[in-house]
T-cell receptor, first 116, second 114 residues
């Protein structure tokens, strides 16, 4: 069974810092890995999608890397801002193998607070 | 249209009520999903519909009944729920059933069972 872990569980940083969020998974047979942002009580906003054949993806101040062989992904946030405060979730996509349909397994999340 | 729309945003229901959650997307996605998220926990998969057919049921109690009337619409019918079923219910869709191009999530329905 795929297990996805995120470290740290919570992080508080001053504005302007560069930071790294970590995600590890136990089964390397993944289709892709997706990073999401979730504000309190809200839905999930997709940040970056990395296909299993890719090593990294970038969008603005965000950069995500994927190392399938070691079962790790990192999300790098440059020049953090108070508006970045949210919970960040990584999720790996696995083939459900039977009957079609993919299974997305989420990590435990990192709660980020960026202070003024 | 690049959104997944969920209604209602909030729902309070008694344990004897019957209610339904609705999810709609007009992106032409062929797979749709229901997830349940308890406070401070990651979302957990409940159901997957692939090309309008139920492909995955993660051993969800029968008091939750999914329905996919067409490729754009997904419903979750609720009946005789328990207070522990209170949670954020998230709908998602993907272009095809392997999720190769990623997932789009709705903003969720906050359900409270009293």
């Amino acid at each position: 069974k795929q297990e996805v872990t995120q470290i740290p569980a919570a992080l508080s940083v001053p504005e302007g810092e560069n930071l790294v969020l970590n995600c590890s998974f136990t089964d390397s047979a993944i289709y892709n890995l997706q990073w999401f942002r979730q504000d309190p009580g809200k839905g999930l906003t997709s940040l970056l999608l990395i296909q299993s054949s890719q090593r990294e993806q970038t969008s603005g101040r965000l950069n995500a890397s994927l190392d399938k062989s070691s079962g790790r992904s990192t999300l790098y946030i440059a020049a953090s801002q108070p508006g970045d405060s949210a919970t960040y979730l990584c999720a790996v996509g696995l083939n459900a193998l039977t009957g079609g349909g993919n299974k997305l397994t989420f990590g435990t999340g990192t709660q980020l607070k960026v202070e003024l | 249209d690049t959104e997944v729309t969920q209604t209602p945003k909030h729902l309070v229901m008694g344990m004897t009520n019957k209610k339904s959650l609705k999810c709609e997307q007009h992106m032409g996605h062929r797979a749709m999903y229901w997830y349940k998220q308890k406070a401070k926990k990651p979302p957990e998969l409940m159901f997957v519909y692939s090309y309008e057919k139920l492909s995955i049921n993660e051993s969800v109690p029968s008091r939750f009944s999914p329905e996919c009337p067409n490729s754009s619409l997904l419903n979750l019918h609720l009946h005789a729920l328990q207070p522990e079923d209170s949670a954020l219910y998230l709908c998602a869709s993907s272009q095809e059933d392997r999720g190769i191009y990623g997932y789009t999530f709705g903003s969720g329905t906050r359900l409270t069972v009293v």
